[in-house]
């Protein structure tokens, strides 16, 4: 069982940044961000596979945000530049994508991103 831990999240300002951080408890081969704003289904933010270089990001973050990983320390950021309100949401963090599904997920970081 692999426990995963985000931090980083906050109150900020449109336009200015925030970094979130995973750190996983274990060895992972995929990790990936999530969000949820209220009312809203959970959409995926940006992932990637430690096995390789590829990355996904959702179309509203391109530019904007950036994923990346220390992978001696097992953890995986999430780099928000120029924050829009719209960027409000609880971010969860979530490793092992096996097709449609992750196999773990952490307890979620609210950021909110005021006008």
């Known amino acids: 069982q692999v426990q995963l831990v985000e931090s980083g999240g906050g109150l900020v300002q449109a336009g200015g940044s925030l970094r979130l951080s995973c750190a996983a408890s274990?060895?992972?081969?995929?990790m990936g961000w999530f969000r949820q704003a209220p009312g809203k289904e959970r959409e995926l933010v940006a992932r990637?596979?430690?096995?390789?270089?590829?990355?996904y990001y959702a179309d509203s973050v391109k530019g904007r945000f950036t994923i990346s990983r220390d992978n001696a320390k097992n953890t995986v950021y999430l780099q928000m530049n120029s924050l829009k309100p719209e960027d409000t949401a609880v971010y969860y963090c979530?490793?092992?994508?096996?097709?449609?599904?992750?196999?773990?997920w952490g307890q979620g970081t609210q950021v909110t991103v005021s006008s």
């Open positions: 979530a490793a092992d994508q096996t097709g449609n599904n992750w196999r773990y």
């Open positions: 990637f596979s430690w096995s390789d270089i590829r990355t």
């Open positions: 274990g060895r992972t081969y995929s």
